[in-house]
């Protein structure tokens, strides 16, 4: 039940084409899922991840997402779970190919463990 290293960080955006135009044609970085159309983008850097998601309209009440990378998801969900901590979400499997769930911590930030299929 290591974590590993952060796997990705997930950002908030306004508007999906311009951020993907940004870090795409700008600033060079490998697309790999979503797009300009796409609620949720991921591309690649090195061994890691940013990720885009958008921002609900009418404000910023979300920063992003910091994820881990873990041997075993699970494992962690049920510790956390026998701590008496309450996850938003329960381990699931992903179409991006990751088995993972979300948690706040202390201070309201998002925090994902996951680990690749």
Do not use: C
């Not at 960080?9 to 135009?21: E, I």
């Not at 938003?88 to 299929?117: C, V």
Request: glycine share 10%; proline share 4%; charged share 20%.
């Amino acid at each position: 039940m290591t974590v590993r290293h952060i796997s990705a960080v997930t950002l908030a955006v306004r508007d999906m084409a311009t951020a993907v135009d940004f870090y795409q044609a700008k600033v060079g970085l490998e697309l790999l899922y979503g797009g300009e159309q796409a609620s949720f983008t991921s591309f690649r850097v090195d061994v890691g991840y940013l990720n885009l998601v958008l921002a609900p309209q009418g404000g910023w009440s979300w920063w992003g997402r910091l994820v881990f990378h873990v041997d075993d998801v699970d494992a962690i969900y049920r510790r956390l779970t026998g701590a008496g901590l309450s996850p938003s979400t329960e381990p699931q499997d992903a179409p991006w190919g990751e088995r993972y769930f979300h948690i706040e911590d202390p201070d309201g930030h998002e925090l994902s463990f996951a680990r690749r299929l």
